[in-house]
């Protein structure tokens, strides 16, 4: 392994035996039992559905070849699950080389839209944020100021990061072509393949702010955190837990954002429950319960990443095989 590996695998182990001996392992196994099949099935297909919509979302930000639906949602699949077992969600970027395997989309066009999509989920993370964090004034105590104002920051760099991402992308051209050309890069064929790649990554996203709706692609954006948080209502109501939408909103915006963020260990363990833990704490319930409910949804999660991911794997493998041949003739 190399050394980021290794700094995931501590970090997984750290924080797994902090949060281990903070609870029992008979409180997770009932945390478990909680939920009923119905739940765990029905949790499923809302877990599918939202990768439908993700799916959706990227055949509009392709716009050089016209990805088919059933390929895209599996390469959607796929990608999630490897994010989720990859130190800091390295596997994300899998969508880029997937994409351009299956479907011949160029790599700096697939890294656009996953910039672009990225970008999105951040505005509506951060903002439903500032709102759930407005909603349970009352479990915070009155101490909402300084999480609403931390809250605000975020949102509003994100709105900032929304409008000004050709810029961005823009001078991140700049500043690679800047860095490598105080490098003997400059002089080898790397070195110009990454300048122009890191240009045409640019390109792209001006491009597709052009071509796709705006409209469009918030309210693709909207709906899939509609249905994450819905997931979020039926897995706490299947556990009982006694929480309002506005709570509910809450424990899972957190979660969310946790998990999101590129600082997890080997497939999130720690952080992802830490991430459901620390609002359901807030929220009143003890801290052997909240820990307990974190590995329980956490779990939960795992198998359905497995499930869609290892089928979706396995699709597209052999769909690959079956057009080898025809490629191997053109």
């Known amino acids: 392994m190399g050394r980021r590996e290794w700094i995931a695998l501590g970090l997984t182990i750290l924080l797994l035996v902090i949060l281990l001996s903070q609870t029992h392992l008979q409180t997770i196994a009932e945390a478990f039992t909680r939920l009923s099949p119905v739940t765990v099935c029905a949790g499923f297909a809302v877990w599918a559905f939202t990768n439908v919509l993700r799916s959706r979302r990227f055949r509009a930000l392709i716009l050089s070849r016209d990805v088919p639906r059933l390929r895209m949602f599996c390469i959607v699949n796929v990608q999630n699950m490897l994010a989720a077992v990859t130190p800091a969600r390295a596997g994300d970027l899998s969508v880029v080389w997937l994409l351009r395997q299956g479907s011949r989309v160029p790599g700096p066009e697939g890294l656009a839209g996953l910039v672009m999509a990225r970008v999105l989920d951040f505005v509506i993370v951060s903002g439903v944020g500032v709102v759930a964090l407005i909603g349970v004034t009352g479990g915070l105590h009155g101490r909402t100021g300084p999480f609403l104002a931390v809250a605000a920051v975020i949102f509003l760099a994100a709105l900032m990061l929304a409008y000004r991402l050709e810029r961005i992308t ?6 690679v072509r800047y860095l490598i050309g105080r490098t003997r ?5 790397l070195g110009q393949r ?12 001006l491009r597709t702010r ?10 693709i954006t909207a709906a899939i955190w509609i249905s994450t948080y819905a997931l979020s209502w039926l897995w706490l109501k299947g556990l009982g837990l006694p929480f309002s939408l506005g709570e509910v909103i809450f424990v899972a915006a957190i979660g969310g954002l946790v998990a999101s963020l590129p600082i997890q260990g080997l497939l999130g363990f720690g952080t992802t429950e830490a991430g459901w833990a620390i609002p359901l704490m807030i929220l009143g319930r003890s801290r052997e319960e909240a820990i307990a409910i974190g590995f329980c949804l956490h779990g939960l999660a795992i198998v359905y990443l497995l499930i869609l991911g290892g089928t979706s794997a396995l699709y597209l493998s052999l769909e690959g095989r079956a057009e080898a041949p025809s490629r191997a003739g053109e």
Do not use: D, F
């Not at 823009?170 to 500043?175: E, F, N, S, V």
């Not at 890069?185 to 064929?189: F, G, T």
């Not at 052009?210 to 309210?219: A, F, H, N, Q, Y």
């Open 185 to 189: 890069l400059r002089e080898r064929s």
């Open 170 to 175: 823009a001078l991140g051209a700049r500043l």
């Open 194 to 205: 990454i300048m122009e790649k890191a240009g045409e990554v640019h390109t792209h996203v």
């Open 210 to 219: 052009s071509r796709v709706s705006t409209l469009r692609l918030w309210g």
